[in-house]
């Protein structure tokens, strides 16, 4: 194998499929990325851990076709670290790889291609449907943080996403809180899948970092599916199992409706916080009266009293929320004004935009103790 | 005590007196700010560890003179987040603290005075000198990270400075290398301190935190010293004992010289680190033959040679060097062209201006087993 290429695009390149590089194994082939060099004058990069393999097409200036595994990081910082000129790559007898520029000279250590995980190879293609980019990172930055980080908890780790003729939604859920993004979008297809949260934000980098306008095109086989983003192959395992009904869950007749500044309030509970540390559980209460909204917390280092102007319709109330899952809601939404729906002080509080749905949170309240 | 200040003023007092605090204790009172509310309209706030105590004055609107000791991080984290309006502080009875903005109102906990320690206590002042600010952060940067960070290593931690009627230096070494700083600048008085080069690296950030144009004036006890940037004062323990005689250890007769380019010198070597991890002393070896300068490294992972075009006049030469103490030294230079002077490939080299003294950084070179 042997080929050139600029310093910059392989940089780019190098820094896409690397995001599927495991840095959980001590098995030097599992932290390899594979470079294959083809007559056509592409160089195509793959990456793979057990979830998730990622590849890049590259132009290439290819004189000796072939292909061969470096270890991702030292290849990586090699290339980074090189000035921005023309890269002569050379596969040697002797599992050893030649990098050249004008003044430097590497040889470092290379792998076998048959080593190679082949965890990347596709399926049958069952679906092929097209996502909008925007729409895509849009809704998963809205969604992803409410998934669980906690691997045992299953399907919770996912996000759903529900594909219909005219309309997409996704939703993530981890039994504290619930987040819902709604878009209208056409499909020529209705579909749905769950893919987990950290793999959805691994794609939605990726799409931040393709400098092409295509949409994401979505070829989807029965347990894996393959987005195509620029010149960027994801293959991915989907997950298994029964999504929770979260149509059910989300309630209906919360009649105490809130209207409020979205900053103002966020500033407030994120004061109150640094002194609602008491039991690790963040506690801050709020009393809706009137139109005044008052929020509290207290820990042994002292306590606070927090007040905010809002426009209520309904009763009164008081609740106790974990500061950290309203904080974690306030932060993903761009409105400057938003609607809190409150049915009583046991029962979970809605977040939605003042005028339509693009999205919804539920969050659970936490019980209050004497305080 | 009873005073109103405005928030991004009492932001500022703190970021600076903070820098004070220790955080390796559990004491709460060690953790503490003291605030200090005077009859004539200033604030005074006093932060100490061991070491060393800042105190910063500034201007409050005094409803009611007094002193309490408020929770450094706490009261820190509260009024770095309250928006940029008047804030009221006023001294309960029964240790605590109220502060108060329009919206927001916190309790928090305080400690009496008299539990506040008085490491700060002046000494009788021996001499009063004044140091160039610009002057004073650049040769603490351009010396301090030859210092050793091994707290056994006694007066090693230290930077020995020198102040003549003509001209100032800062010297730090750890044993493996050597770092001076010369500069001209005027004083009327002659002195030299050992202060270590953490608390001065402390002070060039407190020199770049002050807004006014004031040099700094330091005031020499027997034991300690005050220095006076701005409204800030920083009150700290001189290390006692002799300083090693470094004038005698940087070689004068090293005729070997190169003229090299500092930037190109610097990628070279970063590029040659990555492969000279082995037995974890970054070793890399110069070539120094003609005028060409040739960096080798070698790990399990492969070797690198990097050329550099150079000047030379003397005789060629072979030596080895740990990377990181040759990279600390160039990222510490301005200058894009550097004069390096060597001896045998078992002595020190110098690094050096191409004309004039204000750096010698003196490196001690490593042997080279057969590579």
Same mark, same amino acid.
Do not use: H, W
């Given at each position: 194998?042997?080929?050139?290429?600029?310093?910059?695009?392989?940089?780019?390149?190098?820094?896409?499929?690397?995001? !599927?590089?495991?840095?959980?194994?001590?098995?030097?082939?599992?932290?390899?990325?594979?470079?294959?060099?083809? !007559?056509?004058?592409?160089?195509?990069?793959? !990456?793979?851990?057990?979830?998730?393999?990622?590849? =890049?097409?590259?132009?290439?200036?290819?004189? &000796?076709?072939?292909?061969?595994?470096?270890?991702?990081?030292?290849?990586?910082?090699?290339?980074? =670290?090189?000035?921005?000129?023309?890269?002569?790559?050379? %596969?040697?007898?002797?599992?050893?790889?030649?990098?050249?520029? %004008?003044? %430097?000279?590497?040889?470092?250590?290379?792998?076998?291609?048959?080593?190679?995980?082949?965890? #990347?190879?596709?399926?049958?293609?069952?679906? @092929?449907?097209?996502?909008?980019?925007?729409?895509?990172?849009?809704?998963?930055?809205?969604?992803?943080?409410?998934?669980?980080?906690?691997?045992?908890? #299953?399907?919770?780790?996912?996000?759903?996403?529900?594909?219909?003729?005219?309309?997409?939604?996704?939703?993530?859920?981890?039994?504290?809180?619930?987040?819902?993004?709604?878009?209208?979008?056409?499909?020529?297809?209705?579909?749905?899948?769950?893919?987990?949260?950290?793999?959805?934000?691994?794609?939605? =980098?990726?799409?931040?970092?393709? &400098?092409? @306008?295509?949409?994401?095109?979505?070829?989807?086989?029965?347990?894996?599916?393959?987005?195509?983003?620029?010149?960027? *192959?994801?293959?991915?395992?989907?997950?298994?199992?029964?999504?929770?009904?979260?149509?059910?869950?989300?309630?209906?007749?919360?009649?105490?409706?809130?209207?409020?500044? =979205?900053?103002?309030?966020?500033?407030?509970?994120?004061?109150?916080?640094?002194?609602?540390?008491?039991?690790?559980?963040?506690?801050?209460?709020?009393?809706?009266?009137?139109?005044?909204?008052?929020?509290?917390?207290?820990?042994?280092?002292?306590?606070?009293?927090?007040?905010?102007?809002?426009?209520?319709?309904?009763?009164?109330? *008081?609740?106790?929320?974990? %500061?950290?899952?309203?904080?974690?809601?306030?932060?993903?939404?761009? @409105?400057?004004?938003?609607?809190?729906?409150?049915?009583?002080?046991?029962?979970?509080?809605?977040?939605?935009?003042?005028? #339509?749905?693009?999205? *919804?949170?539920?969050?659970?309240?936490?019980?209050?103790?004497?305080?």
């Amino acid at each position: 194998m042997k080929f050139t290429c600029n310093q910059q695009t392989l940089t780019k390149a190098l820094n896409t499929v690397s995001k !599927a590089v495991s840095n959980r194994t001590t098995l030097p082939i599992l932290k390899g990325i594979l470079l294959e060099a083809k !007559a056509n004058g592409k160089l195509i990069m793959t !990456a793979s851990d057990l979830e998730i393999s990622i590849q =890049k097409e590259t132009e290439a200036y290819v004189e &000796e076709e072939g292909s061969i595994v470096v270890i991702s990081k030292l290849f990586g910082d090699i290339i980074r =670290k090189l000035p921005n000129e023309e890269i002569s790559i050379e %596969s040697n007898e002797e599992n050893s790889v030649l990098i050249k520029t %004008s003044s %430097s000279e590497f040889t470092v250590v290379s792998f076998p291609v048959d080593e190679f995980p082949k965890i #990347g190879e596709k399926e049958e293609i069952k679906d @092929d449907l097209i996502f909008d980019k925007e729409i895509f990172k849009d809704m998963v930055r809205k969604t992803s943080f409410a998934a669980s980080i906690d691997e045992s908890k #299953g399907i919770l780790v996912g996000i759903l996403t529900e594909i219909g003729r005219e309309k997409v939604s996704m939703v993530a859920l981890d039994g504290f809180r619930l987040a819902l993004a709604n878009e209208n979008m056409t499909s020529a297809e209705e579909n749905k899948f769950i893919i987990s949260a950290k793999i959805m934000n691994e794609i939605s =980098k990726i799409i931040s970092d393709d &400098e092409t @306008d295509d949409d994401i095109r979505i070829l989807m086989g029965e347990k894996k599916a393959v987005f195509n983003i620029g010149t960027t *192959e994801v293959i991915l395992r989907l997950m298994e199992g029964e999504f929770i009904k979260y149509k059910e869950i989300i309630p209906k007749n919360n009649d105490i409706n809130v209207i409020i500044g =979205k900053s103002i309030l966020l500033e407030s509970i994120e004061r109150a916080s640094l002194l609602a540390k008491e039991g690790k559980n963040n506690l801050i209460k709020m009393t809706i009266k009137n139109n005044l909204l008052t929020i509290t917390s207290r820990s042994e280092e002292g306590n606070v009293k927090e007040e905010i102007i809002m426009e209520k319709t309904g009763d009164d109330l *008081e609740i106790g929320f974990n %500061s950290k899952f309203i904080i974690d809601v306030l932060k993903a939404i761009d @409105d400057e004004e938003i609607s809190m729906n409150f049915k009583t002080g046991t029962s979970p509080c809605v977040v939605k935009p003042v005028e #339509g749905n693009s999205y *919804e949170y539920l969050i659970l309240p936490v019980r209050i103790p004497s305080m």
